[in-house]
């Protein structure tokens, strides 16, 4: 697969629906994830403005994010979110395909396990537990194997 960049690519219109997002407790510290992300598709430009809206009051605003292509048809380079942009980049070696990063302009990065919108309510809601839990130390595509969730991992494919 390889990712598309849509530089033309807008932000659909209408309300931006409520995220679904798990973090590590305030003061704990992270494990090896800093919690979970469970978006409602595989498109970026509707799914990122939620996130950082969530983010960006506790977090500083979201600058930039970066993912692994195994997950978003297009990855757009930027996307509007209220009052400013988010730069979008990818990384199909070097990033774990069922995770996401998030910079924020504090500076903060977060690394998120991306639970797979087609995820049920129940696996996702143990996923969203585990990743934000202090004590894992799994990156996330061990995470949703373990939990028998299909995975982004461009091995899963063999």
């Given at each position: 697969m390889t990712a598309t960049s849509d530089p033309t690519?807008?932000?659909p219109p209408g309300p931006e629906p409520p995220v679904r997002l798990s973090l590590t407790p305030e003061g704990a510290t992270p494990g090896r994830l800093d919690g979970a992300w469970w978006p409602r598709s595989h498109?970026?430009?509707?799914e990122l403005p939620p996130l950082a809206a969530a983010l960006d009051p506790k977090w500083g605003k979201i600058t930039r994010v970066t993912v692994n292509p195994r997950h978003w048809p297009v990855i757009p380079r930027r996307v509007p979110?209220?009052?400013?942009v988010i730069h979008v980049?990818?990384?199909e070696e070097e990033q774990d395909a069922d995770e996401v990063v998030v910079c924020s302009f504090i500076p903060l990065r977060l690394e998120l396990l991306v639970i797979p919108p087609e995820a049920e309510a129940s696996a996702a809601e143990r996923l969203?537990?585990?990743a934000s839990d202090p004590a894992n130390t799994r990156p996330g595509t061990d995470l949703l194997t373990a939990e028998g969730v299909p995975t982004a991992d461009p091995r899963a494919d063999g």
């Open positions: 690519a807008s932000r498109d970026l430009l509707s979110v209220a009052g400013h980049g990818w990384f969203m537990t585990a």
